[in-house]
């Protein structure tokens, strides 16, 4: 049966017969399981929940029949198949990434992981983004990385971004996770002068073109930017 089966929903039922009789037969499991059986029909119920993943994948147990004076036994097995329940668990968690404007397309800015217990394969993608398309996720190692140039993005911005990360099971089940990226902005270093004086300076003679020297100097004084 499956791990997901119904509890009170009947599973199977045993039956016996007495050639005698003379009492009504009643019916009874001799073990600790998770099944329950009516006394006078030999229906085997499902009485707690299963879990494949976590507790036993097979039950094995008696049942026994009793006429009044004699019983019985037989032997009944039941298996547990696997049913996809589990939704995939982000071992990252939910943060704010301070992310540099200066960095180029194709820069790695964090790492998202998830597991299944399953195991079945997990896949990765971005299901929201306030940032557009900036920002790229590796669909098989859950990688972020930007996919263009975020040198316009104004320092002490942020964007939201919601990765979800679905199994490979039936049905497939997915979890999200949210990020939040701050811009912060990398200024190149510049200065810039205030002004610039310049003079000419002759040679001494003749002022001929051979003897006529001419020298421009420059004055940088002190700014304020």
């Known amino acids: 049966i499956p791990e997901n089966f119904t509890v009170g929903a009947s599973v199977l039922s045993v039956h016996a017969t ?3 009789m003379l009492d009504p037969l ?5 073990a600790s399981v998770p099944f329950g059986i009516d006394q006078w029909s030999g229906s085997i119920v499902l009485a707690e929940s299963l879990d494949f993943d976590f507790g036993p994948r097979s039950f094995v147990f008696n049942v026994t029949v009793f ?3 004699f019983n019985t036994t037989s032997l009944v097995v039941i298996d547990v198949t696997d049913v996809n329940d589990n939704a995939p668990v982000f071992q990252t968690p939910s943060s704010s990434i301070s992310v540099s404007s200066s960095l180029p397309s194709g820069s790695v800015l ?3 992981d998830a597991t299944d217990v399953e ?9 929201t983004s306030s940032a557009g398309t900036r920002f790229v996720i590796d669909s098989r190692s ?3 990385s930007t996919n263009e140039s975020l040198s316009d993005l104004i320092g002490g911005s942020t964007y939201a971004l919601v990765v979800e990360a679905t199994d490979s099971g039936t049905p497939p089940l997915s979890s999200l996770l949210e990020l939040t990226f701050l811009i912060t902005a990398t200024e190149p ?6 002004g610039a004086a310049g003079f000419l300076e002759q040679g001494v003679g003749m002022p001929t073109p051979d003897s006529f020297l001419t020298r421009m100097s420059l004055f940088v004084g002190p700014s304020i930017q």
Request: proline share 0%; net charge negative.
């Open 142 to 144: 859950g990688q972020i």
């Open 119 to 127: 195991n079945t394969t997990v896949t990765y993608s971005i299901r």
């Open 189 to 194: 270093f510049s200065f810039t002068t205030a």
């Open 110 to 112: 964090v790492d998202v």
């Open 26 to 30: 009643e019916y009874m499991i001799d």
């Open 18 to 20: 007495d050639i005698d």
């Open 67 to 69: 006429d009044g004076d």
